[in-house]
C-alpha cells in the first residue's frame, strides 16, 4: 500500500550511468515539505490572532507494521505543522461496538477538529460501517459517502488525501491536464475511484480512462495515454513498451520485494518500472519519495481546513 512509502529509508531510485538532472523528476518528499512549511506559517498565524491549533486525532487498532509506521508519520507531521495530535491505541480483539462508541466520542468532542481510524481493520469489524459512523465534518480522510458524493459533483468536501496529492503534484509540476487523456491502473475506493472524478472536474479537464484487472485493452490504452496513474498494486506492471514518449508517470503504488543486496532483505517497489520507464517519460515519480510524502501533506490540509471549517460549519 502506498502508505508505507513515506516511512521507509530507501532513496528514490535513480538511472544506472545517468545523472538524476537529465530526466524529470517530481519529487514528492520536497514538494511535501514545502506545503508543510506553508500551512505551519498559517497555523502560527491563527494562533497569533488568539485561534485554536488545529488538532488531528487517529484511532490505531491493532499492531500491523505499516498502519503502525504511517500513524507514527502523521504524528510526526503534525508536530512539523503546529497541530495539536492524539494517538488512540486499542489491542486488535477490540470489538466493533467498542470501536463505534469511541468514533461516537470524538464526533462529540469539540477539541478535536478532525480524526482518521487506521486502516485496514480486524476482519472482525466491519471498516464501511466505521467510516459512516464517522462524522463527515470531521472525516479528514475523506472516505465518508457525504465527502466523496460531494467531491464527485464538484462541491466543497474533504478529498481523500492521496488522489488529493497527485492533484497538487501535477498543478505544482505545471503538469498540463486540459484535454489530455489520462489512464488510471485501479479502481480501489481510496485512489481509483475518487482520481477519475477529480480528473475529469472542471479545472483539471482530463480524458479519463480507468483500467483495472479485467480490462482487455490495457497496454493499448497506456500506449495512448499522455499521463499514466498506476495504483494497482503489482511491483513493475507499467513496462516500458506501455509508455508512449513523453508520457508523464505519477506511480502510487508500494510493495515489498526481496533484494538479498539490502541488510533488511527487502526493497520498495513501485508499479513502475522505473529504470526502464524513466528515458521514455517527460516526468515520473519516484518510488520512495513520490506520491507517499503527498499523502500525509494532504491529510494536514485537510485538518487545517477542518478547523477553520472551510467546507462546513
Known amino acids: ?31 511535501a515539505a514545502t506545503i508543510k512549511a506553508e500551512i505551519k506559517q498559517e497555523v ?3 494562533v497569533a490572532a488568539g485561534g485554536k491549533r ?12 505499516g498502519s503502525e509506521t504511517y500513524v507514527n508519520n502523521k504524528v510526526r507531521a503534525c508536530e512539523e505543522c503546529g497541530f495539536r495530535s492524539t494517538l488512540l491505541r486499542f489491542e486488535d480483539d477490540l470489538s ?10 470524538l464526533n462529540a468532542d469539540a477539541d478535536i477538529d478532525g480524526f482518521i481510524v487506521q486502516l485496514p481493520l480486524p476482519r472482525h469489524i466491519d471498516e464501511q460501517k466505521v467510516i ?5 465534518r470531521k472525516d479528514v480522510d475523506g472516505f465518508h459517502p457525504i465527502n466523496v458524493g460531494r467531491m464527485a459533483i464538484g462541491l466543497p468536501a474533504f478529498v481523500s488525501a492521496t488522489p488529493k496529492g497527485i492533484l497538487e503534484l501535477l498543478r505544482r509540476y505545471g503538469v498540463a491536464t ?12 481510496i485512489v481509483g475511484k475518487p482520481l477519475s472524478q477529480l480528473m475529469m472536474q472542471k479545472g483539471v479537464d482530463a480524458t479519463v480512462t480507468v483500467c483495472h484487472s479485467r480490462s482487455t485493452t490495457l497496454k493499448e490504452e497506456c500506449r495512448a495515454a499522455d499521463i499514466i496513474i498506476a495504483a494497482i498494486g503489482q511491483p513493475a506492471f507499467v513496462t516500458a513498451d506501455m509508455v508512449k514518449p513523453g508520457a508523464v508517470i505519477i506511480d502510487v503504488g508500494t510493495t515489498r520485494v526481496k533484494d538479498a543486496s ?13 529504470q526502464a520507464v524513466a528515458p521514455i517519460a517527460s516526468q515520473i515519480t519516484p518510488v520512495p519519495g513520490g506520491v507517499g510524502p503527498m499523502t500525509i501533506c494532504m491529510l494536514m490540509q485537510n485538518t487545517l481546513a477542518a478547523a477553520r471549517h472551510e467546507y462546513y460549519n
Open 178 to 189: 486540459s484535454g489530455k487523456k489520462c489512464v488510471i491502473l485501479g479502481r480501489s475506493n
Open 96 to 105: 466493533e461496538a467498542d470501536l463505534l462508541a469511541e468514533v461516537a466520542r
Open 54 to 65: 488545529p488538532h488531528l486525532a487517529a484511532i490505531l487498532v491493532g499492531h500491523d507494521g
Open 44 to 46: 502560527e498565524n491563527i
Open 262 to 274: 539490502r541488510a533488511r532483505g527487502w526493497r520498495l517497489q513501485g508499479d513502475v518500472d522505473f
Open 1 to 31: 500500500m502506498e502508505q508505507n512509502t513515506s516511512s521507509q529509508k530507501d532513496t528514490a531510485p535513480s538511472l544506472t550511468g545517468r545523472a538524476v538532472g537529465e530526466f524529470s523528476l517530481i519529487d514528492g518528499k520536497a514538494t
Open 132 to 136: 459512516e459512523a464517522i462524522d463527515y
